[in-house]
């Protein structure tokens, strides 16, 4: 068996994407993303030929905060097991530490096994949990406003209630971009606030609650996120009816990334959100 790990060019496009729209019952979002994917400069793709026959993919993305980002493996069904996966990992991981990056993440759901024991074989351990919440019906979703949006001048304080709080302690520091999680450090809140996307509530006992939220997109799909929120439980289920409440996408593609355990669970589901999934953050740190 030869086995060759390169670059992905242009013409690998159909033979991977034969199998790959296959994937999670046609689910896959792989096949919408390709075409931006190879074009990207701040990230870059891999492809696995076995006896000349592709047979496997994945990307590396570099983010901005200096953490490579694996993502968008995939394996022919006939191929599995054989240690390909591990392979593309091990070749796209080389390729950003030549770029200086030592600290990699991916993410899985918590129920894809095969990728759970994949990753733990690579040498990533579990960093984060997060549960994510669905509003599938607005019913009981509060009614009113009170919420404002933040502005450049708001960004010091922001930032320090932040970091002071569980959530972002439980969740390493992170806000969700889609499915990339990515440090939510001065400089992305700061680039959050500039694109109008986060949000804070306060009362008149001063307390208050900040959150990041905005729409999403993987290729064709498009849902509200909010993918950070902490802060004062009846001010999050303010914000949250809120902007679910005047949300323009389908009512049923809003959701709400919360780090496991976090007390603001209940919060959201006294206010109509069921967990819908989980999604677990791995993490392996370069020597
Ligand atoms: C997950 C996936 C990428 C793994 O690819 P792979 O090439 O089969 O993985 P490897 O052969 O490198 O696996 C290495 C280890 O992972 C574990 N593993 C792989 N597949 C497994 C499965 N189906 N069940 C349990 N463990 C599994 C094994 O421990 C294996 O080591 P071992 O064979 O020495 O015991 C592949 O199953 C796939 O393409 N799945 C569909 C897409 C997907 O889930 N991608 C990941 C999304 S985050």
Not at 82 to 87: E, F, T, V
Not at 151 to 162: E, F, G, N, Q, V
Not at 183 to 189: F, I, N, P, Q
């Amino acid at each position: 068996m030869t086995v060759i790990v390169r670059e992905a060019k242009p013409s690998d496009k159909k033979p991977l994407m034969d199998f790959v729209t296959k994937t999670w019952g046609g689910h896959d979002y792989v096949p919408s993303v390709w075409d931006e994917w190879l074009r990207d400069k701040g990230g870059k793709m891999f492809v696995v030929e076995v006896d000349g026959k592709l047979v496997g993919m994945n990307r590396v993305r570099l983010l901005k905060d200096g953490t490579g980002w694996l993502e968008g493996v995939r394996i022919h069904p006939d191929f599995r097991g054989k240690g390909l996966a591990s392979l593309l990992g091990e070749k796209s991981m080389k390729y950003a530490s030549n770029l200086g990056v030592s600290t990699f993440r991916l993410t899985s759901s918590s129920r894809n096994r095969a990728a759970r024991r994949q990753v733990a074989k690579m040498g990533f351990s579990e960093v984060a949990r997060f549960d994510v919440f669905r509003a599938r019906t607005k019913s009981r979703l509060l009614r009113g406003g009170g919420v404002d949006r933040l502005s450049p001048s708001d960004l010091s304080k922001a930032l320090r209630m932040i970091r002071g709080s569980e959530e972002y302690r439980a969740g390493k520091g992170v806000y969700w971009d889609a499915f990339v999680t990515r440090a939510l450090d001065r400089e992305s809140l700061s680039e959050l606030i500039a694109k109008r996307y986060v949000f804070s509530a306060r009362d008149e006992e001063g307390n208050s609650a900040v959150a990041v939220c905005g729409p999403s997109r993987e290729g064709e799909e498009v849902w509200l996120q909010m993918s950070f929120l902490c802060g004062e439980p009846a001010l999050c289920k303010k914000i949250v009816s809120h902007l679910f409440r005047s949300s323009r996408p389908k009512r049923d593609e809003n959701f709400v990334f919360l780090p496991k355990g976090s007390r603001l669970s209940k919060s959201l589901k006294e206010v109509g959100l069921k967990k819908y999934f989980q999604m677990v953050v791995f993490e392996r740190r370069l020597d």
